[in-house]
Every structure is written in C-alpha cells, then in structure tokens.
T-cell receptor
Framework: SQTIHQWPATLVQPVGSPLSLECTVE??????LYWYRQAAGRGLQLLFY??????ISSEVPQNLSASRPQDRQFILSSKKLLLSDSGFYLC????????????FGDGTRLSIL | AQKVTQAQTEISVVEKEDVTLDCVYE???????LFWYKQPPSGELVFLIR??????QNEISGRYSWNFQKSTSSFNFTITASQVVDSAVYFC???????????FGKGTKLTVNP
C-alpha cells in the first residue's frame, strides 16, 4: 500500500533563516505531488504541484520554492523565511491519472519567530 | 475558474444528533469531480469521497451520506447519529475534469459534544 512521509512534524525558525521540508511517497511510481499551506483558521492554499521529476508548477508567487529531485521526493524550500510563512504545510500525492483523490501527509507545523 | 463555498464556518451538535454540512460549488466545466475530506485535530487530511459530475446518485457509507444536486450545484454531507470522534474540520473540493488541481472550500469545523 502507498504511504506518504513528511518531516519534520514541527519546526520553529527565526525570521530570515532558510527552510527545507521534505516529503516522500512509498508504494507507487510517478505520482503527482503537491505542497499546500494552511494558515490558522483558514482553508488550504495550493503552493506547488509536480507531475514528474524536475517539473514544478507554482501557484502562488512568494519566497518559497519546490524541487523534485527524485520520482517520489518533493522538497519545499526557502532561502529567507518571513513571518507570513508561518502555518501548517501539507504534502499530498495522487496517482498520475486525472482527478484521482489526493492523499495527504501528517503535515509540518511551522512557526516563525 | 472553480470555487467552493462552505457557508457554515462552525457547527456544534450534541452526540447522536444528525448534522448536514453544506457545500456549493461553481464551475463552468461539464466534467468535474467533487471531493470531501476530513481534518481531525491531529491535522492530516483524510479522503472521504469522490463523485464525478455525471453520477448524481446519492451515496451512503455507514453513518455518512452525500447528496449531490447538480441543479443547485450542491454536494452536501450528512452525518447520522454523530459521535465525538466526528469532531473535525470538513473540506469540500472541486476539480476540473482532466486537471491535477483541487480547489478547496474554507472548511466547516464540526464539534460534537458528549
């Protein structure tokens, strides 16, 4: 069966520091991969999605970036964090076929001080 | 562009009550897919159901049921005999046919009190 791992679970970072969140999927190949952000009390905002290695689509212009160095690995990065980057970050995967459900990781709670 | 409206921000019920969570969607596509997700306090999103635009049959799964009304662009979710473990934020979402992207509503926070 497929599983998705996301780490770390919680992270406290100072403003201006770099960020790297990692997500890996097991039990499937060539998945679609997604990064979402959920601000406190708000809905989900799609940040990036990827349909293959090295293919990244950005939904919201910001100081975050994403990379997919391997088929089942998706990384969310920032060179300099802002206070507004605080939130709950969720990684998700779906099969390569259209309109399949997305399955989410446990999330990373990021606090910027 | 698609849009999902979940007008109920928060709902509070007492255990064993039935509760309906509303979802109204907007899309210009003739082919689209609707989803419901549950987000318990632990944070992860759990997939509940997917429905395509050509299938208006209502669905029941245990205490959960979904009512898809294309005429009113609604995809409502009913929990029968609610339990404390049903307490969570519930999200409705829509996707254009052939698209990899989901558009989520802002969610409804359901609290079931003992």
């Amino acid at each position: 069966s497929q599983t998705i791992h996301q780490w770390p679970a919680t992270l406290v970072q100072p403003v201006g520091s770099p960020l790297s969140l990692e997500c890996t999927v097991e039990g499937t190949s060539n998945p679609n991969l997604y990064w979402y952000r959920q601000a406190a009390g708000r809905g989900l905002q799609l940040l990036f999605y990827s349909v293959g290695i090295g293919q990244i689509s950005s939904e919201v212009p910001q100081n975050l970036s994403a990379s997919r160095p391997q088929d089942r690995q998706f990384i969310l990065s920032s060179k300099k964090l802002l206070l507004s980057d605080s939130g709950f970050y969720l990684c998700a995967w779906s099969s390569g076929m259209s309109n399949q459900p997305q399955h989410f990781g446990d999330g990373t709670r990021l606090s910027i001080l | 562009a698609q849009k999902v409206t979940q007008a109920q921000t928060e709902i509070s019920v007492v255990e064993k009550e039935d509760v309906t969570l509303d979802c109204v969607y907007e899309t210009r596509d003739t082919t689209y897919y609707l989803f419901w997700y549950k987000q318990p306090p632990s944070g992860e999103l759990v997939f509940l159901i997917r429905r395509n635009s050509f299938d208006e049959q209502n669905e029941i799964s245990g205490r959960y049921s979904w009512n898809f009304q294309k005429s009113t662009s609604s995809f409502n979710f009913t929990i029968t005999a609610s339990q404390v473990v049903d307490s969570a934020v519930y999200f409705c979402a829509v996707a254009q046919g052939g698209s990899e992207k989901l558009v989520f509503g802002k969610g409804t926070k359901l609290t079931v009190n003992p």
